[in-house]
T-cell receptor, first 118, second 113 residues
């Protein structure tokens, strides 16, 4: 079974430029998450999708960040314009819905995209 | 509001010894799940162990066990017989309603030879 795919793995941009990240979750996983992880900190949820609907985007800086999952499969996260403080690793994760008889339904993470804003 | 608290920013342990990483959580839900993830310096997040709120027995997975004390709202990770490869960041996480996950700030574990 293929894991969560993310691209690119690394990106360096200047402030005020725009950038987009792509994520393809594990097949059949209804829930997709985007996290921002600043060096030395835990992942911070930016947005959570269930199929193609948004479950939680309360911590997404909507003036500059946007995300979509149009067909309920892969997803794109965009930053426009980028700021220095956006330098971080952007993690995508997916999970199944917790169903009766299934125990953990843990999140599976992609390798992340390391963004550096100069 | 902080939902997951990891109070140990860094820990040292001697190789082959056991170590406990602390995690406390805050929820009024009856049904929730608790997870531990390992993040080596390479950056990937690796699932280690899971404990359901209704599970009466503490979870174990090889050298990992979860000391679940529901009344205290704690879910400490115990690693037995530490190995050099256990050096990494460790994150405690809680799954609540709508499949939402909340992560702690992590503990950096260093295993000394």
């Amino acid at each position: 079974e293929a894991g969560v795919a993310q691209s690119p793995r690394y990106k360096i941009i200047e402030k005020r430029q725009s950038v987009a990240f792509w994520c393809n979750p594990i097949s059949g996983h209804a829930t997709l998450y985007w996290y921002q992880q600043i060096l030395g900190q835990g992942p911070k949820l930016l947005i959570q999708f269930q199929n193609n609907g948004v479950v939680d985007d309360s911590q997404l800086p909507k003036d500059r960040f946007s995300a979509e999952r149009l067909k309920g499969v892969d997803s794109t996260l965009k930053i426009q314009p980028a700021k220095l403080e956006d330098s971080a690793v952007y993690l995508c994760a997916s999970s199944q819905l917790p169903l009766a008889g299934q125990r953990s339904n843990e999140q599976f993470f992609g390798p992340g995209t390391r963004l550096t804003v100069l | 509001a902080q939902k997951i608290t990891q109070t140990q920013p860094g820990m040292f342990v001697q190789e082959k010894e056991a170590v406990t990483l602390d995690c406390t959580y805050d929820t009024s839900d009856q049904s929730y799940g608790l997870f531990w993830y390992k993040q080596p310096s390479s950056g990937e997040m690796i699932f280690l162990i899971y404990q359901g709120s209704y599970d009466e027995q503490n979870a174990t997975e090889g050298r990992y066990s979860l000391n679940f004390q529901k009344a205290r709202k704690s879910a400490n990770l115990v690693i037995s017989a530490s190995q050099l490869g256990d050096s990494a960041m460790y994150f405690c996480a809680m799954r609540r309603d709508f499949n939402k996950f909340y992560f702690g700030s992590g503990t950096k574990l260093n295993v000394k030879p």
